[in-house]
């Protein structure tokens, strides 16, 4: 079964009008949702590619390094610096700058870098792909919706640790529960929603507005309380699989009073991430019931890929019809950077006899469109 979405020139002329209005945040926050090859495309290397912003020398003291060529001056402050202490900076011909702390002691410390007299976070320690400014553009139209002004009863959003075993390292999630659900505790069915290309499970809470979209929802009578689970996807694609099912799947129904049985599980994903979607709903086609792929698709050029597709949905064609209630495919219209890559997978799908339907609308492969997504997903979900 393949549906289409058709919109009326009211509704076209409603939603362009909100991108307009989105437009300059669209631009400033793009680079977040633009899968990690785009981003790559016709960009010169330079130093700061391979750089190592912190080293520690045997002799126990610590290097700190920034790429700033053009800048005067640069210094470091923070905790990790000696209280009184001045520390020579030294930058090199490929400008970078380089600054010694002598015999640091074991322990955490705060760092930042004054580059000619502004404070720089450094931009190349692990974690500050997570941190990204944001601008909000006072919204119009439906665009109020995602705005955090609603007086309705807020879920939390809880930030989650866990060892994974897959990777042998500690990793993050993110999880949303609805207003009151730490008094009630009451058993709930799951959503889990990933992320794009180089963006982390800081994503959907934050620019991607979840919390905000399933609070209104909620609010609204429009869905059924759920969960929203939010993982950090920013690994290998195929690993991440692994660690889906092995770790973050068994982690959230040890730890939360939720449905531990296909009925319960909802799927979605945008980018890169619709792409763990694709991978993750074809190794276990019986694991989940509802199901979003949100501008995504195999790359058309990659035959192996096609070959490996169409081979695994003749093997799952029986199953995943059977199992899946609804398998939704999403676009951002002919704009969209995925948007011939999802047309092209989806002629494999037809093939195979699989049940599913589509959907777009204007707005190119932007969270205006991911929002979107999730606001005409969610109420669908554990009917």
Same mark, same amino acid.
């Not at 010169?44 to 700190?64: A, H």
């Not at 931009?123 to 119009?140: G, M, N, Q, R």
């Given at each position: 079964?393949?549906?289409?979405? =058709? ?8 939603? &362009?009008?909100? =991108? ?6 669209? $631009? ?21 590619? $391979? ?60 760092? &930042? ?29 439906? *665009? ?9 009863? &807020?879920?939390a959003v809880s930030t989650i640790q866990y060892y994974s075993s897959t990777t042998k390292s500690m990793r993050n999630m993110k999880v949303w529960t609805p207003a009151g659900y730490h008094?009630t505790n009451k058993k709930l069915p799951v959503l889990y929603l990933l992320h794009g290309g180089g963006d982390s499970e800081k994503a959907w809470p934050g620019v991607g507005r979840a ?36 770790? =973050? ?39 989940? $019931? ?51 890559? *999802? ?9 195979? *006899? ?8 204007p707005g190119g492969h932007s969270w205006h469109v991911w929002r979107h997504d999730l606001k005409n997903f969610a109420p669908r979900l554990f009917k």
């Amino acid at each position: 079964m393949k549906t289409r979405l =058709i919109l009326d020139s009211k509704q076209l002329e409603t939603i &362009h009008k909100s =991108i307009r209005v989105f437009g300059i945040a669209m $631009t400033l926050i793009l680079i977040c949702s633009v899968p990690v090859q785009a981003q790559r495309f016709n960009r010169t290397p330079t130093p700061n590619d $391979t750089l190592k912003s912190t080293e520690i020398l045997e002799n126990g003291d610590v290097v700190f390094r920034i790429y700033a060529p053009k800048a005067e001056n640069v210094t470091l402050g923070g905790d990790v610096v000696p209280w009184g202490a001045t520390l020579e900076s030294k930058k090199s011909e490929i400008g970078v700058w380089s600054i010694i702390v002598p015999k640091v002691s074991a322990g955490t410390y705060r760092y &930042h870098f004054m580059v000619d007299g502004v404070k720089v976070y450094d931009p190349k320690a692990p974690d500050a792909y997570k941190t990204s400014a944001l601008v909000s553009i006072p919204p119009e139209g439906d *665009g109020t919706f995602f705005a955090n002004r609603k007086d309705v009863p &807020h879920g939390a959003v809880s930030t989650i640790q866990y060892y994974s075993s897959t990777t042998k390292s500690m990793r993050n999630m993110k999880v949303w529960t609805p207003a009151g659900y730490h008094k009630t505790n009451k058993k709930l069915p799951v959503l889990y929603l990933l992320h794009g290309g180089g963006d982390s499970e800081k994503a959907w809470p934050g620019v991607g507005r979840a919390g905000i979209i399933m609070d209104n929802l909620l609010a609204e009578g429009k869905i059924t309380e759920m969960m929203v689970v939010m993982p950090d996807g920013g690994i290998d694609v195929n690993l991440f699989v692994e660690d889906f099912f092995n770790e =973050i799947i068994p982690y959230i129904e040890s730890n939360y009073n939720v449905y531990a049985d296909t009925e319960h599980r909802a799927l979605a994903g945008l980018s890169m991430g619709g792409l763990e979607v694709l991978n993750s709903f074809m190794e276990k086609p019986d694991m989940f $019931t509802y199901i979003n792929v949100m501008s995504s698709g195999w790359f058309a050029n990659n035959k192996e890929m096609y070959a490996n597709g169409d081979k695994r949905l003749a093997e799952i064609n029986t199953t995943l019809n059977k199992t899946v209630k609804l398998l939704l495919f999403t676009q951002g219209g002919p704009e969209d950077i995925a948007y011939a890559n *999802g047309k092209e997978m989806l002629k494999v799908f037809d093939k195979n *006899g699989i049940e599913y339907e589509f959907s777009e609308m204007p707005g190119g492969h932007s969270w205006h469109v991911w929002r979107h997504d999730l606001k005409n997903f969610a109420p669908r979900l554990f009917k």
